[in-house]
């Protein structure tokens, strides 16, 4: 079992930046892909970005290539999103979520897919 806490969600102008952090416990965090999703209200809980196990590759959902930055770390158990050149349209609750199969050669964006998640995280973006 793998226990996810995210950490770093805020109050932010367009244009700013934030990282938010993903805490992982358990002892198959580090053999499972990582992924960050994100639910405006009223709408679908939608794939942000995507990391697999060995961090060698990464994955990004159109609207946030170029900004959102994901990576991990883990001697720290630690998924980061590095956020830049926010915009109102990223306001939502960022969730973490680990992929639900070891050692997985993709990285999936379907949420059922994902089998841990964290209890989300807010990012307001102001116009």
């Known amino acids: 079992h793998v226990q996810l806490v995210e950490s770093g969600g805020g109050l932010v102008q367009a244009g700013g930046s934030l990282r938010l952090s993903c805490a992982a416990a358990?002892?198959?965090?580090?053999?499972?892909?990582m992924g960050w999703f994100r639910q405006a209200p009223g709408k679908e809980r939608e794939f942000v970005a995507g990391?697999?196990?060995?961090?060698?590759?990464?994955l990004y959902v159109d609207s946030v290539k170029g900004r959102f930055t994901i990576s991990r770390d883990d001697a720290k158990n630690t998924v980061y999103l590095q956020m830049n050149s926010l915009k109102p349209d990223d306001t939502a609750v960022y969730y973490c979520a680990g992929d639900g199969q070891w050692r997985r050669a993709t990285i999936v964006v379907v949420t059922s897919e994902y089998r841990y998640w964290g209890q989300g995280t807010q990012v307001t973006v102001s116009s």
């Open positions: 358990g002892r198959t965090s580090s053999i499972i892909a």
């Open positions: 990391i697999n196990w060995s961090g060698s590759r990464t």
